[in-house]
């Protein structure tokens, strides 16, 4: 099957996320802003139905909603993912039902009300799943995507980046929006796009440092060691005037969510 992606979502790249080092460094990742999760229930509405998480990693989106909606079922073909999410706060609630397996082709259990996913939709087979996501909605029901757990507006934007991409395994990455890359071609059709206020986070600096190598394109089975240790010990450095006495780094988050209808 010809793939719809670009080519810097091609599966060489997105099945990194079956590495472990990059599954246990998840966590690490700074949270979605609490008003993330205040958009997805007004869409559900009053009676908060069943929602359906697509690739959902260990479970940000569904440990955080399971106990204010029906059920949630999370879906991703990463079983390190699965294991560490199960291990986490509400990771064995009993609403939560975690299903291992490619969403464009694992069994799955609607209807359901919502279908939510945060970036990793960029790794799926968009010629398939968008069609899946339609059948399984019900009449009413929304697709949301949701974008956003880097600081926004940081003063060491500009060098991070810079690092970034020195360290970068995906050589063939560019940024896109994604959203209006599946506007244009003819996957969703939008209704809503909101972002939240922005919220400060705070985290140890090598916490923060630590979850760049749950990103595919900085995983250290991929970087290799001495890459990992030169790329650790670099970030550090351009962070370290930033960093305040308890050797913690703060920043603003803030968080993209769209919603609209599949199209097939």
């Avoid at 706060?89 to 397996?101: F, T, V």
Wanted: with cysteine.
């Amino acid at each position: 099957m010809k793939t719809t992606r670009p080519r810097q979502y091609w599966n060489d790249y997105a099945s990194r996320f079956k590495n472990r080092s990059l599954a246990e460094t998840y966590e690490l990742r700074p949270p979605y802003p609490g008003e993330t999760y205040k958009i997805l229930l007004s869409l559900l509405g009053e009676s908060r139905g069943r929602v359906l998480d697509v690739g959902c990693g260990p479970g940000k989106i569904a440990r955080t909603l399971v106990e204010q909606v029906n059920s949630v079922d999370a879906v991703d073909f990463s079983q390190e993912m699965i294991r560490v999410g199960k291990s986490l706060a509400k990771g064995d609630h009993p609403k939560l039902r975690w299903i291992n397996g490619a969403v464009e082709d694992v069994r799955l259990y609607p209807p359901y009300d919502m279908v939510v996913a945060g970036a990793s939709i960029h790794w799926m087979e968009w010629n398939v799943v968008f069609s899946r996501f339609k059948e399984v909605l019900t009449t009413d029901g929304y697709l949301v995507i949701i974008d956003g757990d880097r600081p926004v507006g940081a003063p060491w934007h500009d060098a991070e980046l810079a690092l970034i991409r020195k360290y970068s395994t995906n050589k063939h990455y560019k940024q896109i929006d994604l959203v209006q890359e599946l506007v244009n071609r003819g996957h969703i059709h939008l209704i809503g796009d909101k972002r939240t206020a922005p919220v400060y986070f705070s985290q140890p600096l090598t916490d923060y440092v630590q979850s760049f190598h749950s990103r595919q394109s900085l995983s250290e089975e991929d970087m290799g060691e001495e890459n990992v240790r030169t790329f650790d010990t670099e970030m550090s450095q351009i962070l370290s005037d930033y960093v305040n006495n308890d050797g913690h780094i703060s920043f603003q988050l803030e968080t993209r969510v769209t919603w609209g209808r599949p199209l097939r």
